[in-house]
């Protein structure tokens, strides 16, 4: 605070000085966000007008000729009879399912395990440490390592699973197992995240609160309640937010996992996204799929604002 | 109202992103390749100009890589002013790769193609033709089987040199057989044979064949019955899919019974069923010839390999080819060209050293060579050279081939009829093979 006190003052007292440099105090900030923005511009505004300008075309980077269809390319993706809404479709349902059934877990699970590392016990390091360890893992890595791990007739799961008399399952080809073995993975791969923001987060909110609880009589869980929960909103809003965007985005998993299968009800919207674009080169279709997605995940997310803003009453 | 418009951001860079992973890589320009190389003789009289670098791409990420490199490495010490740098990558980015590669300039002199990849690749311009090659090599029709050279063609001008063909075979773990009281000597070689050995094999609780859902190896299983059946992929001119015929649907029915009589496991994951041969859980395994290799490595396993056995009255096999092509220079370079050709040229010859990684050389000289047939297997593959099957040369038909993956996929998985899924999977195609007649103006 001072030292903002401070600039504050000496900026009033330098403009006051000299006129000459009045533009100095308004460029400042812009000129600290020049390099970001000078990114941000080049790497995700560019090409998503580029993008955008592609979906209005047959676009083939290969082939001369990239003949101007105009929106030709977003109607089909809603006309039943044309080449590119099957896939899509049922790329947008496998994620949706994908979505529905992991963003919950990966909100509820990582908030009950931040809640016992707040705790003090002996090896609490060590733990944070664990649990947040397989996230440093690639993707490759653990999609690969699954697909042995779930294998129906070598793997390790069915094999364990097996002692106690369980049939051969298809963790990676039968439904609705592939969808539980990826959500599964998903889950242990990423939890230590948003286990690690929702740690910092409660952190953040004073003890004091929870000593006035407790004079009031609070129990454990009417603390959590009434406390914690209150407490973590902010952060909570920003891990919904990004869970639900990373698991619309999921790939890797099924691509290696379940290679899309069994049939394509676990190839996502950016499976076939990227199938349309980089081998078929339909990159104006492609295009167009990835704004109508990308357009779905804005509203979810405004949606996603709207339902979970602190209600000032 | 701050934090509103903050939120509202977060969502639409995350959309943004991912339009812009798409948008990324359209960049650079296309259509203006470099002008046709002054070749002349098309690599056969060598190459004497300054010292040239060559890069030289493929996918042999397998077995095959070091056979491959072996020969790179015999051609750089026998050439001194020609260095080859030969470049590895999984197949799958490679299709994806090379096409940007040459788009921006970056491009390798040489590169190996699959046979239904050529067709795609010419129309889109990332490989040139090589007439001048073939005629310079002294290629002709006679020297390959017909198949296999006309598979390097597309509108008329040739695209790619075959360097091998492989196709798929029927191996078999020897020890299992005799568990069953089989004869390993005799492996089964049509319809009845094969399901005798197949109730033998169930007879000792042994699960015979087992059926993957995937491509490797079911769709292209499945694809051999087809033609054994006497079906096709698709009509003549490529127009529609026609695997939703009579051959096609008793193809599917008979490699999906295989699950539903007790010959399969349900739900066999990707390789499992060749990693089961090995293991001696599975008796029988069709697979691409390149396997030869992997079982000889396994220490203890008795196993064969025969010519497919044919199920549907008609021999029939599917097979791959790898050929040489050439992909645009964005500035033409004729020291590079005529290097390049001398390149495909060299190792063209040398043919029967890269047999030895588990492939059938594409000539027809080094196939009935002495050489080759003292490697048994690779030659007993070899015999089914006259029968092997291709798909045609249209640009995007492997879009169109994606979909009958699918149907594979769902009926071995039993989770469609093998008819329904089929033609459900043809009408898909019908309308890729549309957009793709559309797309590249045929």
């Known amino acids: ?313 | 109202m701050n934090t509103i418009s903050r939120r509202l951001v977060l969502g639409g860079i995350g959309a943004a992103g991912a339009a812009g992973i798409l948008a990324g890589c359209g960049e650079g320009s296309a259509g203006k390749p470099g002008a046709a190389p002054a070749t002349g003789d098309g690599g056969a009289k060598g190459y004497d100009g300054p010292n040239v670098e060559l890069d030289f791409w493929n996918g042999f990420t397998g077995g095959d890589g070091p056979f491959m490199r072996k020969l790179v490495d015999q051609f750089n010490g026998e050439h001194a002013n020609i260095k080859v740098k030969m470049t590895v990558m999984q197949w799958a980015d490679y299709y994806t790769k090379l096409p940007t590669a040459v788009s921006s300039g970056r491009g390798p002199a040489v590169a190996i193609m699959h046979v239904d990849s050529l067709a795609t690749n010419a129309a889109r311009n990332v490989i040139e033709p090589l007439d001048d090659v073939a005629t310079a090599l002294e290629l002709k029709q006679e020297d390959f089987s017909e198949v296999v050279w006309k598979a390097g063609e597309f509108n008329g001008k040739r695209y790619g040199i075959p360097l091998d063909v492989h196709p798929l075979g029927f191996f078999y773990n020897k020890t299992v057989m005799t568990q069953a009281g089989l004869d390993p000597a005799k492996p089964p070689t049509n319809a009845d044979e094969y399901a005798a050995a197949l109730d033998a094999l169930k007879g000792k609780g042994i699960q015979g064949h087992w059926a993957t859902p995937f491509p490797f190896t079911g769709v292209l299983t499945v694809q051999a019955l087809l033609w054994q059946f006497g079906g096709d992929l698709f009509n003549d001119d490529a127009s529609k899919a026609t695997w939703h015929e009579e051959g096609g649907v008793k193809a599917l029915t008979w490699f999906s019974d295989l699950v539903k009589n007790g010959h399969s496991p349900k739900n066999v994951a990707q390789d499992a069923d060749n990693i089961a041969v090995m293991n001696g859980k599975n008796a029988f395994v069709w697979n691409g010839i390149w396997n030869i290799n992997t079982f000889r490595e396994k220490k203890g396993l008795e196993w064969g390999v025969a010519p497919l056995p044919n199920i549907g009255g008609t021999e029939a096999a599917w097979a791959g080819s790898h050929q040489f092509v050439l992909p645009k220079l964005k500035t033409a370079d004729a020291n590079k060209s005529t290097a390049a050709r001398v390149f495909v040229n060299y190792i063209s010859q040398k043919s029967l050293e890269w047999a030895k990684g588990g492939q059938v050389p594409a000539r027809k000289q080094v196939r009935e060579s002495a050489e080759f047939k003292a490697l048994p297997e690779q030659a007993a593959l070899a015999t089914q050279i006259d029968h092997l099957h291709f798909p045609p040369a249209v640009p995007g038909i492997g879009d169109a081939l994606n979909e009958l993956n699918k149907a594979v996929n769902e009926a071995v998985l039993l989770k469609a009829e093998p008819a329904k899924a089929l033609s459900d999977a043809a009408a898909r195609a019908d309308k890729i093979l549309d957009a793709n007649r559309k797309k590249y103006g045929a």
């Not at chain 1, 990966?106 to 060590?126: E, S």
Request: charged content about 10%.
């Open chain 1, 1 to 313: 605070m001072a030292v903002q006190a401070d600039a504050g003052a000496i900026r009033r007292r330098r403009t006051r000085a000299s006129t000459e440099v009045r533009g100095y105090g308004r460029a400042t900030p812009y000129l600290f966000l020049a390099p970001y923005l000078t990114l941000f511009l080049l790497f995700v505004v560019g090409p998503a007008i580029f993008g955008f300008w592609m979906s209005l075309h047959d676009w083939d980077f290969q082939l001369p000729g990239k003949p101007f269809v105009g929106l030709q390319n977003y109607k089909d993706l809603f006309d039943p009879l044309s080449a590119t809404a099957e896939p899509f479709w049922h790329g947008m349902r496998a994620t949706g399912i994908f979505t529905v059934a992991s963003v919950p877990f990966l909100v509820a699970l990582p908030l009950a395990l931040a809640v016992l590392l707040n705790r003090k016990f002996p090896g609490r390091t060590f733990f944070r440490a664990v649990y947040f360890a397989p996230f440093v893992l690639g993707v490759a890595v653990i999609g690969l390592m699954f697909r042995y791990i779930l294998d129906t007739s070598f793997g390790l799961l069915n094999a364990f699973l097996g002692l106690f008399g369980a049939p051969d399952i298809g963790w990676t080809n039968d439904q609705p197992y592939a969808f539980i073995a990826l959500v599964a993975v998903t889950v242990w791969w990423t939890a230590g995240f948003n286990a690690i923001i929702f740690l910092a987060g409660l952190q953040d909110i004073p003890a004091e609160q929870y000593e006035a609880a407790e004079l009031d009589g609070a129990n454990s869980w009417q603390q959590f309640r009434n406390v914690t929960l209150p407490g973590l909103r902010p952060v909570t809003v920003f891990i919904v937010t990004i869970t639900v965007l990373a698991s619309a985005n999921m790939f890797g998993q099924s691509v290696l996992i379940t290679q899309g299968g069994p049939g394509d009800t676990t190839a996502t919207a950016l499976m076939v996204i990227t199938d349309t674009g980089f081998s078929q080169f339909r990159m104006g279709q492609a295009t167009a799929m990835s704004y109508l997605l990308a357009l779905c995940l804005a509203i979810i997310s405004v949606l996603n604002f709207v339902l979970l803003r602190e209600r000032k009453s």
